[in-house]
T-cell receptor, first 115, second 117 residues
Framework: KQEVTQIPAALSVPEGENLVLNCSFTDSAIYNLQWFRQDPGKGLTSLLLIQSSQREQTSGRLNASLDKSSGRSTLYIAASQPGDSATYLCAVDNAGGTSYGKLTFGQGTILTVHP | EAQVTQNPRYLITVTGKKLTVTCSQNMNHEYMSWYRQDPGLGLRQIYYSMNVEVTDKGDVPEGYKVSRKEKRNFPLILESPSPNQTSLYFC????????????????FGPGTRLTVL
């Protein structure tokens, strides 16, 4: 059974810092890994999707890497801003099995960027 | 605007009173899914649908029903809600055709906060 762990559970940084969020998963047989952002009381917004054959994806100040063999992904946020404050969720889509498209989520990292 | 919509956004009901939470997407996506989010347990899949008339159970299907009669709609039905179904529910859709696998982003609706008294 796939398990996804995110470290740290919470992070508070001053504006402008570069930061790294970590995600690890137990079953390396994945189709893809996705990073989401969730704002309080709102839905999930997809930030980056990394296919299993890829090593990284970039979007603006965000960079996500994937090391499938070691079961790890990192989300790098450059020059953090107060507007980046949210909960960041890592989710993996497993290959095979009988539950197609099921995303297994980590518990999330609550990020606070203070001015 | 491409989106996944859910209704209602908030619902307070009583034990045993049947309810339906609607989900609709306007992106012509093949795949749709329901999740519930609970503190300490994270997001867990309830049901999913790979295409019209094709549905299957996720991790926590007990107490729920779904149907997929049209491509754009995937309602979640609670025939006899109980307090342990109090949760935040999310509908998601994806253009992925899982019969010819090409994994793609999943798009989530805004959520429905359900309280069962």
């Amino acid at each position: 059974k796939q398990e996804v762990t995110q470290i740290p559970a919470a992070l508070s940084v001053p504006e402008g810092e570069n930061l790294v969020l970590n995600c690890s998963f137990t079953d390396s047989a994945i189709y893809n890994l996705q990073w989401f952002r969730q704002d309080p009381g709102k839905g999930l917004t997809s930030l980056l999707l990394i296919q299993s054959s890829q090593r990284e994806q970039t979007s603006g100040r965000l960079n996500a890497s994937l090391d499938k063999s070691s079961g790890r992904s990192t989300l790098y946020i450059a020059a953090s801003q107060p507007g980046d404050s949210a909960t960041y969720l890592c989710a993996v889509d497993n290959a095979g099995g009988t539950s197609y498209g099921k995303l297994t989520f980590g518990q999330g990292t609550i990020l606070t960027v203070h001015p | 605007e491409a989106q996944v919509t859910q209704n209602p956004r908030y619902l307070i009901t009583v034990t045993g009173k049947k309810l339906t939470v609607t989900c609709s997407q306007n992106m012509n996506h093949e795949y749709m899914s329901w999740y519930r989010q609970d503190p300490g347990l994270g997001l867990r899949q309830i049901y999913y649908s790979m295409n019209v008339e094709v549905t299957d159970k996720g991790d926590v299907p007990e107490g729920y029903k779904v149907s997929r009669k049209e491509k754009r709609n995937f309602p979640l039905i609670l025939e006899s809600p109980s307090p342990n179904q109090t949760s935040l529910y999310f509908c998601a859709s994806s253009p992925t055709d899982y019969f010819e696998y090409s994994a793609d982003t999943q798009y989530f609706g805004p959520g429905t906060r359900l309280t069962v008294l």
